[in-house]
Every structure is written in C-alpha cells, then in structure tokens.
C-alpha cells in the first residue's frame, strides 16, 4: 500500500487505490484513540473538566474512523480492522501511513507534554505544518483533501444501501457530494478550516488542535475584538494517576486485550451486516482500561487472538 506522501504527491489514479487510501483512514484515525484514551482515563480531580475535552476528542476521532468506513463500503470495499496488524505497536515516530511525528506517540498519562504530542498529530496543514516537504505537505489534512479529489476526479458509483455504521449527524452516503462533505467534516473536526482554523463549528466545537491548545495554554479560545483569542476561563491541569508503560503480564492485561480485540471484530461485521456497534463492549473495555490504569498500569492496545464467533 502507498504511504500518506505518496497518495498526496501522486494522487489517487484508481478505484483500487481509492479503497487502498480509505482502509489507510480508518488505520490512522483509530491510531490516535489509544494515545487519548489513556491521557483521559488518567484523569483523578478535574477542576475545569479537561476530561470533557478529551472525550470529546476520542468521539469525534471514534466518528471518524466509522465514517472512513461507511466511504470504504459505499464505494464497494470491506473494512478491515479485526486483525493484529491494524494496531499500531506503541510508542511510534510514524504514524499509519508514514506521517513523521518528531515527538514519539505513546501510550502515557496526561502531562503537557503529552498535550503537545497530541497537537503534533492534530497539527493543520495549513502553517504550522507538521514538516517540510517539496511541493504539498503529506499532513492528515492534505491527505483527506486528496481523497476528496479523487471522489471528484473519479466518480466512483455509490452503493446508496452499502452497509454502514451509523454516526450522529451525519447522513448515509448516497452520492458523490455526500462523500465529499463527510470528508470535509472530518478535516475541518481534526484540524479545523484553512481561511479560520480557530473559528467554532456549527454545533460550538472547535478542532482537536485548538481544543488540545486550550488544554496546553491554560485558558479557554474565545472571540475577543481582536479574533479568537485563549484569553476565556482558565482551564487548570488536572491531577492524573501515573502509570507503567509497560509491566509484567497480568490476568487483566489479558482481559483488556481480549475485550480490545472482539470489540473490533464486532466494528468489522458491523460494515458486513449493518448491526449496531455493541456499545456494551466499548464500556467493558472503558471499564477494563481504567481499573488498569488506577493500578499502576497501562493498558496494552495489542492484539489477543479470539474467535470470530466470540465476538457476536
């Protein structure tokens, strides 16, 4: 498969290739939920709810990934993702795809510094970038603008009853300019708009950079006579439970693997057969990954091998 810089530098010449950069999306955005979920579940006394932002984060990126699929199917492709390889082995210098992060992405309690090293991924394309490249930087945002093209240049059909997963406010997609506009939705959620990144969107959200920023600066992003400034209330940092990235195997490690692993193969016969997403799995595995984490441990986003049948 081609990497991020080669679909930006080349663009999107086939169907195949196409499905090829989707299936990629969907590995990219669920690279980014581990890193965030255990800055949030590390959350002990929240002053300025903090951790709000954060769940907002992991919803929005959990959307993401679905709607990255729903794009996969619609143009007649099959989401995979319940198999060991989907899951990025942490820490990582690159994420999925090969996007460079000087930073290295981890799987860590919230500390500023981890804040930054969500702003790197989250990191517009429009300056600052995440790095220089000749011609077109290969960052998230230019990667998805290079899907959006293609859905134009192409013109793939569109299989208006594809099975799909379904996500708030978002509708099914039935033709091209309802690909192009969950594409859009994605970008502008991660990164935010080019003519005014900061500004909030329709439902008073801002992207993930900012909203990381406001974590990073202390102070909420407000309009002022001056523009969008991080002079609103202050955000205080919260106190977090520190933990092991790694320790000896455990009974509940194991656990929370397995709960991981049938959780996205659940997610994968979800795109076959339209059924809900088994949201009670998703709270066993939130359940799972915080008892971890208040005792000292990090939970291990690895794959457990299971049965496919364990998993309905």
């Not at 006394?45 to 903090?50: A, E, L, Q």
């Not at 199917?73 to 690159?94: D, Q, S």
């Not at 202390?218 to 520190?242: A, M, S």
């Amino acid at each position: 498969m081609k990497t991020i810089k080669e679909f930006v530098e080349t663009g999107i010449q086939d169907l195949s290739d196409l499905k090829d950069a989707l299936q990629l999306a969907m590995q990219l955005e669920f690279s980014t939920i581990p890193p965030y979920l255990c800055a949030q579940w590390s959350i002990k006394k929240d002053p300025d709810r903090v951790e709000g932002i954060l769940h907002r984060v992991v919803s929005q990126e959990m959307s993401h990934f679905a709607l990255a699929g729903n794009l996969l199917t619609a143009i007649g492709g099959v989401p995979r993702v319940g198999y060991a390889e989907f899951l990025p082995k942490y820490p990582i210098k690159y994420l999925p795809g090969g996007i460079y992060q000087k930073m290295p992405v981890d799987l860590r309690p919230l500390t500023h510094r981890q804040v930054l090293v969500f702003m790197q991924i989250e990191c517009p394309e429009f300056p600052p970038v995440a790095f220089a490249l000749t011609g077109r930087p290969a960052t998230i945002g230019a990667f998805y603008s290079t899907i959006a093209e293609s859905f134009s240049q192409l013109q793939p059909t569109i299989d208006a009853n594809a099975a799909c997963v379904e996500v708030p406010f978002a509708k099914r997609i039935q033709n091209v300019a309802d690909a192009i506009v969950t594409i859009e939705r994605i970008k502008s959620e991660g990164e935010g708009l080019e003519d005014s990144p900061e500004e909030p969107l329709g439902d008073n959200s801002v992207a993930h950079y900012y909203l990381f920023k406001e974590i990073y600066v202390g102070r909420r992003l407000i309009r002022t006579d001056e523009g969008w400034k991080f002079k609103g209330e202050d955000v205080r940092f919260p106190e977090v439970v520190q933990f092991k990235r790694r320790g000896r195997p455990s009974e509940k490690s194991a656990l929370f693997k397995e709960a991981l692993s049938r959780l996205l193969l659940d997610l994968e016969e979800c795109w076959s057969t339209s059924k809900a997403p088994n949201v009670p799995r998703m709270f066993e595995l939130q359940i799972l990954g915080r008892k971890l984490i208040e005792n000292g441990i990090c939970p291990d986003f690895a794959w457990a091998p299971v049965h496919a049948e364990e998993s309905v």
